[in-house]
């Protein structure tokens, strides 16, 4: 536009100089185009840029290209002027520099002159930002490791082979770009990258592979093979490291690729008891590559205990007995130095046996528990395999509370029960159904529909089928009363099945609140890749038998029942202390048992007089 109205007053119009920046991505996005879709097709294509606002104050206005340049609907970014463009991409650097770029430009600004014309450019203004973009342009570029000067490395090799094969018949030769970043002296530096062209073979689409080369010679100059020596250098204990679980790796390339050994490697499992059950538990938990491990036990390894407790010799019955805890977790490191192993020698308080009258004071009763709710907090696993009932009631409770995973397994004579405790929804997601108000579960109704599809949540704990409160099993009792007699391989099954199951409720998505298993879903679609998940898994040897029951939390259970639970929360210790130095009756009381024995006695008696009636 000239001088308004002709007023020499007024200076000429002037126009910032036309800019444009190509931004990396465009190129690589031409590459792939040219490679890949286009090939020799040097027929014009439209492209859209835009002018950039954003840069610093007395910078001219450029027109930028960039990946989405190629997308004709790609959206333009926020307060920046569209423009549409044509891409004329030459196949040879003769053709680039033969175009008429006059008559390229002409033809450009005809287009945009008949826009203004015939007034599509006030329905589209971006008719009027039309540009030209005439390229020419093909380089093979590689990261390049090799530190000669006149040779390229090794990893351009094949890439030029796969250039020749797809792209020989578009261009005779390629620009290469060796890209090499060093550092010397501290600096980074790219100065020693070499660029050169390659003429490429003509072998496009060959359906024969070509000769290969590669074959690095030996010392003698010869092309044998190199002999290494690693001998010395590898450590015995990554190499048990790297085999120890070749069986699970197996296990889940071919027979269960669905397995999440994630999920059993980085569990905490606590041992309460290390004796015979103890002891096949922790050698079943390291076939599955469990490496955190710690043991509980107040014994000391007897002359009886080595042939039937696998972590125990000889010599670790002399001197008056090593500490069964502290043992077996150093027999763990000696078999695998992987795993983590502890042992912690220390007692269990529990109900029946006082701590005010005993040779344990109450001090060290409180901090045994403090040292207990610290481990079960601690893991994320509690099994269960002490010698004796009452032993299982105080971290049963403490379990229940923290909501921990608990396996529990208890031999008889040739009968064993392995079991899974109900796992507590935490308080805030109904606390109320934790226990619900059913009979006390037996095995006989297991066949009813009142016993199928129970979740983890409504599963009963190892003292919710009795009607008595644990107290001491060991008063007034003879020597094989107050010893555990089992068949000798009674501990090795329900030891090994202590571990599975508690695999099987990993695998679960529920995890602990996992529906359970009974004995009529053996025919059914297993709920994991590994079978079913039971509550529980009752072993009859003299028959060669197994069973799953399940059974329902009971209302007035001694260990997980809500009001058990509740007192504990509130009192801590104090109310421990009070089921540790009472008789039995204490909990009976607070449960409701002492209730229900009285009803029952009733409703006998009553029973017994309607018969005299009739």
């Known amino acids: 536009m000239a001088a308004a109205m002709g007023d020499p007053s007024l200076s000429r119009l002037q126009f910032a100089p036309f800019s444009s920046a190509l931004d990396v991505g465009f190129w690589h996005e031409l590459t792939q185009k040219k490679l890949n879709e286009y090939r020799l097709d040097e027929a014009p294509k439209d492209i859209k840029g835009y002018y950039y606002n954003g840069d610093s104050a007395g910078l001219p206005a450029r027109l930028t290209l ?15 002027c569209p423009a549409v463009g044509t891409l004329y991409n030459t196949n040879t650097l003769e053709a680039f520099k033969a175009a008429d770029k006059k008559l390229l430009l002409e033809e450009a600004a005809n287009k945009i002159w ?37 040779y390229p490395g090794w990893p351009l090799r094949n890439f030029l082979v796969l250039a020749a094969h797809r792209w020989s018949g578009s261009f005779q030769s390629v620009e290469v770009v ?103 538990v922790a050698r079943t938990l390291m076939g599955w590559g469990v490496r955190h491990i710690t043991f509980v036990d107040n014994a000391k390894i007897s002359y009886s205990n080595p042939v039937r407790q696998p972590l125990y010799e000889f010599e670790d019955c002399l001197a008056g007995g090593k500490p069964k805890a502290l043992a077996a977790a150093d027999r763990l490191q000696k078999i695998f130095p992987g795993v983590n192993a ?34 079960i907090d601690g893991h994320d696993v509690v099994f269960l395999l002490m010698d004796t009932r009452e032993s299982r009631w105080l971290p049963a ?59 983890g949540y409504k599963l009963g704990c190892y003292f919710c089928n009795d009607v008595v409160a644990p107290g001491d ?69 003299s028959r060669f038998d197994n069973v799953l029951p399940v059974s329902l939390a009971f209302d007035k259970c001694t260990a997980c029942s809500s009001k058990v639970l509740d007192q504990y929360e509130r009192e801590g210790f104090n109310f421990l202390a009070k089921v540790f130095n009472s008789s039995h009756s204490f909990l009976e009381d607070l449960t409701g048992l002492t209730l229900l024995h009285q009803e029952t006695q009733a409703a006998e008696i009553w029973d017994m007089s309607d018969d005299e009636t009739v």
């Open 178 to 280: 060796c890209f090499r970043d060093r550092t010397l002296q501290g600096v980074r530096d790219v100065a020693h990258s070499i660029v050169f062209e390659v003429k490429l073979p003509e072998m496009a689409f060959s359906p024969d592979c070509p000769k290969a080369v590669g074959w690095e010679k030996n010392q003698k100059g010869g092309m044998g093979p190199r002999m290494v020596n690693l001998s010395e250098c590898m450590d015995p204990k990554r190499l048990a490291e790297s085999s120890v679980d070749l069986n699970l790796k197996l296990m889940c390339w071919r027979l269960v690729p669905t397995l999440d050994l994630d999920k059993v490697v980085s569990a905490k499992c606590l041992l309460l008891g290390a004796g015979t059950l103890g002891c096949n």
């Open 114 to 150: 008949e826009s203004i014309k015939s007034g599509a450019a006030l329905d589209n203004p971006m008719l009027l930002n039309k540009f030209l973009l005439l390229t020419f342009a093909i380089t093979i570029g590689v990261y390049d490791p090799c530190n000669l000067a006149q």
């Open 66 to 80: 960039e990946f989405s340049a190629f997308d004709m609907s790609a959206p333009t970014p926020a307060r920046c």
């Open 473 to 541: 099993s060991t008063r007034d009792r003879t020597l094989d009363q107050q010893c555990t007699v089992s068949r000798p391989g009674l501990a090795m099954i329900a030891g090994a099945l202590a571990v599975e199951l508690m695999v099987s409720v990993l695998q679960h998505p529920e995890g602990g609140y996992a529906i359970a298993s009974s004995s009529d879903d053996r025919m059914n679609e297993p709920p994991t890749s590994l079978g079913l998940v039971p509550h529980q898994i009752r072993g009859f040897l």
């Open 342 to 375: 502890r042992g912690f020698n220390m007692s269990i308080p529990m109900p029946g046996h006082p701590v005010n009258f005993s040779s344990v004071t109450l001090e060290q009763a409180r901090r045994d528990v403090e040292q207990l709710e610290q481990l």
């Open 397 to 455: 409770v403490i379990a229940a509370s923290k909501r921990k995973l608990v396996i529990n397994a208890a031999l008889g004579f040739d009968t064993f029960v392995v079991m899974r405790h109900g796992l507590k929804k935490p308080r805030h997601q109904g606390a109320g159904d934790l226990c619900p108000s059913y009979p006390m579960a037996s095995a006989d109704l297991l066949g009813s529909s009142l016993f199928a599809n129970i979740p």
